[in-house]
Each structure stands twice: as structure tokens, then as C-alpha cells.
């Protein structure tokens, strides 16, 4: 009995993405193709590998029992990846990276084209994704890395999530922005009180940074404005319509329509870190090109490397 590797890759991404769909997807296949490779796998091993019987499809012992040796080839061809580019210092192959807005903006694009110079064999794939369905994505294979934000202090700040290991970006402070044509013109945080203020969701981070300072200057802010991207918030703060608390990331440069009030250590920051299946191999090549590029990305922009962590 004669095994093909290609088909036992197949019926790995059916056991890790739950079913035949979603497998095509992660492999760029038609669902019809990935019948097909099963079907042959079963005639070659001479036993059904997939249960058909169910409205899901899942595996009989025999298909879980290969799709575990076929996660252990999958373990060893990325060994080889790493072993080769300590050898070559270069990295080969495809990347599939998501992230939020301003972070694929302002750190993953210029990092992307510093890396077409520097590992030109790299070849990256960007989606805008984030939340739970993004880290489904990485866990299952879709993704090999997420560039993530988590307002530091805030819950689920410290631990890592289950199946993944997380590498240290950059700590993004928060900023308070105001209309420049606001009369009089605020001096202080003090001075906001009885100003209008642009505000996300509830639970949200700048929400959290918000609450901080308003309870250190004695205050409870105005609500007036609910947005949740930050394009929205900035263009509501520019129309002259509130104040705003907005991470450094999201500035992204100079704007004559807004004025930032000076650093607040009290509004605290979020932090940009980088999201990778954990391996007990190590880093994998890939991954740690880009996150290497992410790291200078914020550097260049005036980021501050993360507090606890050495880069």
C-alpha cells in the first residue's frame, strides 16, 4: 500500500477545518477536488476514512488515525522550512497574515515592502480580519499570523490564547484629539468635562481609556457620539463635533483639522502584538520575517517597544 503525501494533506485539512468546504478553502481547491483525493485515499488504503453518514462530515478511526500522521508530516516539512533558513537565511514560501485597519495600514504594509528587499522569496497574503474569527482561521490553518491589539490592563491582556503563542509588536499609547477650531480652546483634560465626547461600543478599549481619565480629573463624559472605526471617530472630531481617545497607530500622521493633547501616562495603551500557532519546533521562518518587519514598521513610526517585553 503505497501512501500519496498530497492526499493525506487533504484529509488533514478536512479533520482540522471540520468538513469538506472548508477544507477546499484552506487548500484553494473545489470542494469536488477534495472529494476526489479522499475517495482515492480510501481505495488506496482499502477502508472508508470519512463518516458520510452524518449531516457533518467527520472520521472513522481509520481517517482520524491517518490524519494524525499526516499533522506529524505537516510538523516535519515546516522543521525542514526552519532548518533550511537557518542554513540559507532566507525564507521561501507563502504567508497568510490579518490584522486590524490602522495596523495593516501603518505597520504591515510598510513592513511588506521592506521585506520584498530583504527576503524577496517571501510571499505574503493580507487579510483584514480580527476577533474570533480570524483566531479561528490561525488555529485552523487559514491563517499564519494575526497582528492583534489588546488594551493593556484590560481583561484577557496577560494570557495567551489557547493553541497560540504571542510575540510583542509595539505599546501604542492613547491620545485625547479635539476640533482645532473649538473656542475657547482646551488646555487640560479638565477643560473637557463639559465638552461633547466621540465614544466606542461599550467595552471597547478607547471606552476603558476614557473611563481611566475621567475618574483620575473628576468628571463623567458626555456620550454624544458612538462610532467604532477610526476614520469615523477622527472625521466626527474634525467636523467639530466632540473629543475622542484614539490610539497613537491611528493617526497616522499629522492633521490641521484636530488638535492631540499631550501624552497621558493615565489613558494608558494597547499593545500590537503578533498572533502564531504554538509550536514545540520553535518559530516558523516565515512568521518571524514578518513580525522582525512589523517590529522595525514601529520603530520607524515612534512606537514604544513593549514595556515588559525586550525586543
Known sequence: MELDPRRLRVLHAVAVRGG?????????????????????????????????????VGLT????????????????????????????????????????????????????????TTQPDLEPRVVELEGPVALRELRTGGLDLVVAEYDVGGPGATADPAGLSTAPVAD????????ADWSPPPGSVRDLADRPWVVGPPGSACGRALERISAEY?????????????????????????????????????????????????????RVAALRRSSGSGPDPLTEAVIAALREAATTLGLKPPADEAL
Open 172 to 179: 501604542d499609547e492613547y491620545r485625547v484629539v479635539l476640533p
Open 218 to 270: 473628576g468628571f463623567t463624559p458626555h456620550h454624544a457620539h458612538t462610532a467604532v472605526e477610526f476614520p469615523t471617530v477622527l472625521a466626527l472630531v474634525a467636523a467639530g463635533l466632540g473629543a475622542a481617545i484614539v490610539p497613537s497607530l491611528a493617526l497616522g500622521g499629522t492633521r490641521a483639522d484636530f488638535v492631540k493633547l499631550p501624552s497621558l501616562p493615565v489613558a494608558g495603551h494597547r
Open 61 to 116: 478511526p481509520a481517517g482520524q488515525l491517518l490524519a494524525a500522521r499526516a499533522e506529524r508530516i505537516e510538523q516535519e516539512l515546516a522543521e525542514a522550512r526552519r532548518e533550511l533558513a537557518r542554513v540559507s537565511g532566507r525564507v521561501t514560501g507563502p504567508v497568510a497574515i490579518a490584522g486590524f485597519s490602522s495596523a495593516i495600514c501603518h505597520l504591515l504594509v510598510p513592513a511588506l515592502r521592506q521585506l520584498t
Open 20 to 56: 469538506v468546504v472548508d477544507a477546499a478553502r484552506l487548500l484553494h481547491l473545489t470542494p469536488s477536488a477534495v472529494s476526489q483525493q479522499l475517495a482515492q485515499l480510501e481505495r488506496e488504503v482499502g477502508q472508508p476514512l470519512v463518516d458520510r453518514s452524518r449531516r457533518r
